[in-house]
């Protein structure tokens, strides 16, 4: 009968060590589910660092501003912008003007036209002569040096043409670059009989037109023609003759092609970077 308290005794302490080992066993486990947990929060935060690091290149600010443009850009750009009337156009409008008459010159004002430094003649003297400067006219209206034609720029970019007749004789015409209306057709009252001479020579020898020149400059070189001139080829004596082509392109540089007038092949190519 004494034996049944020690059986108690080593159940109870049985139980006892069970229980202690149970508990230990529980705090173990919830140890390794918190590291667990914190590994998987600390994967999920590198994740998401690594992401952050990615998506900034995605959603980048807006592209830097375009580089500035130099004056002679910015005065190209301020021109072409405004001009609706094609080089194209613009010739043809010119030749309409003179009875038989073939383009030597067509040249978009405002756009690298250092060599036109004379003021044009007023509109409607035939020979080109000024009437009077500052002498106001009886009717109290401008007289003709004031006229709108007279003033270049005053209705917008214009394109200047020369148009010549089979003996040379040179004709101006102005044209309106943005509606294409004929400001002022005259003759140019500044040629000799030298300069006409010269002017037929060189038609003469032009077998191919400014249209096929440009045509061929822009095929070189994607952009707007702004000037189209029929000149000597560098280093000739008159027995070669060229179409200078001026060639804007979408960053406003210009560069001008030579281009043989009898076959259309480029002879000289020379980049304005400024």
Same mark, same amino acid.
């Not at 952050?52 to 900034?56: D, H, R, S, T």
């Not at 000739?236 to 003759?241: E, F, I, L, Q, R």
């Given at each position: 009968m004494r *034996?049944?308290? +020690?059986?108690?005794?080593?159940?109870? *302490?049985?139980? +006892?060590?069970?229980?202690?080992?149970g508990a230990a066993a529980c705090l173990a486990a919830a140890a390794l589910l918190l590291t667990s947990c914190g590994q998987s929060s600390d994967s999920a935060t590198s994740a998401a660092t690594e992401a952050?690091?990615?998506?900034?290149q995605r959603t980048t600010a807006s592209p830097s501003a375009t580089a500035d443009l130099t004056e002679d850009q910015q005065e190209r750009k301020s021109v072409l912008d405004a001009t609706k009337v094609t080089f194209d156009d613009a010739a043809t409008t010119a030749v309409g003007e003179v009875a038989g008459g073939k383009l030597v010159d067509l040249d978009l004002e405002g756009v690298d036209d250092d060599d036109r430094d004379e003021s044009p003649s007023p509109t409607g003297s035939p020979t080109g002569s000024p009437s009077p400067t500052g002498s106001p006219s009886p009717t109290g209206s401008p007289t003709a040096t004031g006229s709108p034609s007279a003033s270049p720029g005053a209705d917008g970019p214009?394109?200047?043409?020369?148009?010549?007749?089979?003996?040379?004789?040179?004709h101006t015409v102005r044209i309106n670059a943005v509606d294409g209306k004929v400001i002022e057709a005259r003759v140019d009252a500044d040629q000799d009989a030298e300069d006409r001479k010269q002017t037929a020579d060189r038609l003469a020898q032009a077998t191919q037109t400014p249209e096929q020149a440009a045509k061929v400059a822009t095929e070189k070189k994607k952009g707007t023609v702004t000037s189209v001139s029929l000149d000597e080829a560098d280093g000739?004596?008159?027995?070669?003759?060229v179409w200078s082509v001026d060639v804007v392109g979408s960053?406003?540089?210009?560069?001008?092609?030579?281009?043989d007038a009898k076959n259309d092949t480029i002879v000289r190519e020379e980049s304005d970077n400024d």
């Open positions: *034996l049944e308290p +020690r059986r108690k005794n080593r159940l109870s *302490l049985r139980s +006892r060590n069970l229980r202690a080992t952050a690091k990615v998506l900034p214009v394109w200047v043409a020369e148009v010549a007749e089979k003996d040379g004789t040179v000739n004596d008159g027995n070669s003759v960053d406003w540089k210009k560069t001008t092609f030579d281009v």
